[in-house]
């Protein structure tokens, strides 16, 4: 079978740098499971995948324009150290999600000066060109929940009814960025 939109795709990957550093991989144990066509997934890779069967093994390298965008200095901007709290713990490096206008945002701490905090709403990935080494591991039709929902949903019986249970099983697990959007609230 292969891949097309409301498909469910379970993948292989992981993600290069142009340093060729590993930024990111899915484990033999957990590969990801997403539903493609429906946004889940970077543009460019969906595209990548689109026909693709199980099996087969791809290599591509996806710009900025179709990965997490390029950086927008704008989204680089200082707040106070006490509107963190007292007492908080601030450093640079540190991540944390933000809820703005384009949903949930990974802000970073980049530097503390004095009460100074300077902060980046950019995506940790934006402006990076993204390599990728992907494996086709499984494609199989989703159902019409899962369609309706937009996202995959686990093995376990998913209850319809006004909000989603995807709980612990849903796919976007910790990962719960940009690329989620799991509208039912199952993952946030
Ligand atoms: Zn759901």
């Given at each position: 079978?292969?891949?097309?939109?409301?498909?469910?795709?379970?993948?292989?990957?992981?993600?290069?740098?142009?340093?060729?550093?590993?930024?990111?991989?899915?484990?033999?144990?957990?590969?990801?499971?997403?539903?493609h066509g429906n946004e889940n997934i970077i543009p460019g890779l969906e595209k990548e995948l689109e026909g693709k069967n199980p099996g087969?093994?791809?290599?591509?390298?996806?710009?900025?324009?179709?990965?997490?965008?390029?950086?927008?200095?704008?989204?680089?901007?200082?707040?106070?150290?006490?509107?963190?709290?007292?007492?908080?713990?601030?450093?640079?490096?540190?991540?944390?999600?933000?809820?703005?206008?384009?949903?949930?945002?990974?802000?970073?701490?980049?530097?503390?000066?004095?009460?100074?905090?300077?902060?980046?709403?950019?995506?940790?990935?934006?402006?990076?060109?993204?390599?990728?080494?992907?494996?086709?591991?499984?494609?199989?039709?989703?159902?019409?929940?899962?369609?309706?929902?937009?996202?995959?949903?686990?093995?376990?019986?998913?209850?319809?009814?006004?909000?989603?249970?995807?709980?612990?099983?849903?796919?976007?697990?910790?990962?719960?960025?940009?690329?989620?959007?799991c509208d039912d609230g199952c993952c946030n």
């Amino acid at each position: 079978m292969e891949i097309k939109k409301d498909r469910v795709v379970t993948i292989d990957y992981s993600l290069r740098d142009d340093t060729g550093r590993v930024i990111d991989s899915s484990s033999e144990a957990e590969p990801l499971v997403y539903l493609h066509g429906n946004e889940n997934i970077i543009p460019g890779l969906e595209k990548e995948l689109e026909g693709k069967n199980p099996g087969d093994s791809l290599k591509c390298s996806i710009e900025p324009a179709d990965g997490y965008g390029d950086r927008d200095e704008a989204l680089v901007f200082k707040v106070q150290k006490k509107e963190f709290g007292e007492n908080a713990e601030v450093a640079p490096g540190m991540q944390f999600e933000a809820h703005g206008e384009n949903g949930v945002q990974i802000v970073t701490v980049v530097k503390i000066d004095g009460d100074d905090v300077t902060l980046d709403a950019n995506h940790p990935l934006a402006g990076e060109t993204l390599h990728f080494d992907v494996k086709v591991v499984d494609v199989r039709d989703a159902t019409a929940e899962e369609i309706e929902h937009g996202h995959v949903h686990g093995d376990h019986d998913h209850e319809s009814g006004d909000s989603c249970d995807c709980g612990d099983d849903c796919d976007c697990g910790d990962d719960c960025g940009d690329d989620c959007d799991c509208d039912d609230g199952c993952c946030n």
